[in-house]
């Protein structure tokens, strides 16, 4: 079983800036992506931001220029570094890891997704 514990969410300013951080429980480097999601009450779970086992990184259009994800394998962990951080950023953010297991059965590669509990992060002032 993969844990993944967020931490890092706060009450933040516009314009402010905040570093998510998701420890994992098992080596990152074991995952075939891992990625930040946000939620707004009354709205759909969305992408924020995703890095590949090889490091590619892909971000949501409205995040490009503020956010960065990165990874620290020796310390199992993922970060989220917000920046210019808006209104519009409020939400519980998600750390969603990703892993690749073959199934004899399918005859296929099936993926395996794991949440952690999320963290809130408020902007307002």
């Known amino acids: 079983q993969v844990q993944l514990v967020e931490s890092g969410g706060d009450l933040v300013q516009p314009g402010g800036s905040l570093r998510l951080s998701c420890a994992t429980s098992r080596s990152i480097s074991s995952f075939t992506n891992m990625g930040w999601y946000r939620q707004a009450p009354g709205k759909q779970r969305e992408l924020v931001a995703a890095i590949s086992s090889g490091g590619t990184t892909n971000y949501a259009d409205s995040v490009i220029g503020r956010f960065t994800i990165s990874r620290d394998n020796a310390k199992n962990t993922v970060y989220l570094q917000m920046s210019s951080l808006k209104p519009e950023d409020t939400a519980t953010y998600f750390c969603?890891?990703?892993?690749?297991?073959?199934?004899?059965?399918?005859?296929?590669?099936?993926?395996?997704?794991?949440w952690g509990q999320g963290t809130q992060v408020t902007v307002s002032s």
């Open positions: 969603n890891a990703k892993i690749g297991v073959y199934s004899t059965y399918l005859g296929k590669t099936v993926e395996n997704s794991y």
